[in-house]
């Protein structure tokens, strides 16, 4: 008896180790948007058509003898709809999915596919209405722990500006507080022995916009912790007929957005440009820059967070450095004080005086220094409550 108990516990650890050993899951995406300003339906509703992939990769080792996969993604139907055919009914091997290489050659196909589920789900400010599910079958095939395109999306869009199709998200069932990447409630991938792995999204805290060319190519954008605020840069590797940037920023999980400030762009630009917003009241948030272009069309970075804590009740900083016409002086205060500026010269000589009253949170104040030689300047404080001892870069 002893002996059968031993080795039943030997078996179930093993099985245990075994287990542990080969724990594997999985990882989904969505790539490549296009969209081409062709009507397809005539007097519907329809103004293009979009494409998309979506991708799917092991997050460690190689999967072996794959043969079932659920799949599907959220999108707003506002502004995108499945064509006719299928539109909205349920059928199999829906027309406008195609299947990429190994998967087609090796039999998959769809099942049942819905494309028009009904949700509701906000992710960074984008609320998704529709969800289209199914799964797709086929003979086992290696799942490679590098991306592979698994099918091709088409869809027509409804919008007029950018992005004309909106965005879409591959779909989370779990909590908007999870850690990133999000893990799928009902997506997930199958073996032909029956083991199931789970999946994961990379596209949902940032969607992907179902658009066609954008008037700005973001290169960069991150956010760094100050000790007066936290610091959002974005870089642009091309800028055409854009007009300004908007900084947003979110402290509730990307539910809300707020436009906490604003940056003239380029207008028309080749060359790689930078850009920086310092945000004194920080906190823990969510921040991401909006670009308007001319025409009113916007395109976004990703979505930034941020941990980043003032460690001054008072804290101020000096924009941009360095200057020509107009500076900011960005004073974060937890009491109302009265007090009069002063901007001194490297020669101690006062250039510029001003009263001013600073109320409690964010105070913008803007000195006109269109009249300031090029040089080196100091802002300085009379309220002994405010030391303010800030220098000032003017450069012609």
């Known amino acids: 008896m002893k002996k059968i108990l031993l080795t039943s516990l030997i078996t179930c650890f093993l099985l245990i180790a075994f287990e542990k050993l080969n724990a594997q899951d999985c990882e989904w995406r969505a790539v490549d948007a296009t969209f081409t300003a062709t009507d397809p339906d005539g007097a519907g509703p329809a103004t293009g058509i979009a494409t998309f992939k979506l991708q799917i990769r092991s997050r460690g080792a190689n999967i072996p003898q794959v043969n079932v996969i659920s799949t599907g993604f959220c999108y707003q139907s506002a502004l995108l709809m499945p064509p006719s055919p299928p539109g909205c009914s349920i059928v199999a091997n829906p027309p406008n999915i195609t299947l990429e290489e190994p998967w087609a050659s090796n039999g998959y196909s769809f099942g049942a596919f ?21 799964a797709i079958l086929g003979s086992p095939i290696t799942l490679l722990n590098t991306w592979m395109d698994l099918y091709t999306v088409t869809m027509w869009t409804k919008g007029a500006g950018i992005p004309q199709g909106g965005y879409i998200i591959m779909n989370s069932g779990s909590s908007s507080t999870d850690p990133l990447p999000k893990r799928f409630n009902t997506y997930s991938v199958s073996d032909f022995d029956g083991n199931e792995y789970a999946a994961y999204t990379l596209t949902y805290e940032t969607p992907l916009a179902i658009t066609g060319a954008v008037p700005v190519s973001f290169s960069q954008a991150s956010v760094s912790c100050l000790p007066n605020g936290a610091s959002i840069t974005w870089n642009t590797a091309s800028e055409s007929n854009s007009h300004y940037f908007d900084i947003l920023k979110s402290i509730d999980g990307g539910t809300t957005w707020a436009t906490v400030g604003r940056k003239n762009a380029a207008g028309n630009s080749s060359a790689n440009r930078s850009y920086q917003y310092l945000d004194i009241e920080a906190g823990s948030a969510l921040y991401k820059v909006r670009l308007y272009d001319n025409d009113g069309h916007i395109s976004e970075t990703q979505v930034l967070r941020s941990t980043c804590e003032t460690r001054n009740t008072i804290t101020a900083i000096v924009y941009p450095v360095p200057a020509k016409d107009q500076v900011t002086l960005a004073i974060k205060s937890t009491k109302m004080i009265k007090t009069t500026l002063q901007v001194i010269d490297a020669k101690g000589a006062l250039v510029q005086q001003f009263e001013t009253t600073l109320n409690i949170g964010s105070n913008n104040i803007y000195i006109n220094t269109s009249k300031f030689a090029s040089g080196e300047y100091r802002i300085i404080s009379s309220n002994k409550e405010l030391l303010l001892n800030k220098k000032l870069m003017i450069a012609r």
Do not use: K, L
Not at 122 to 132: A, H, K, P, Q
């Open 114 to 134: 819905n494309h028009c589920n009904i949700i509701n789900n906000t992710v960074s400010g984008e609320t998704f209405d529709r969800r289209t599910a199914g």
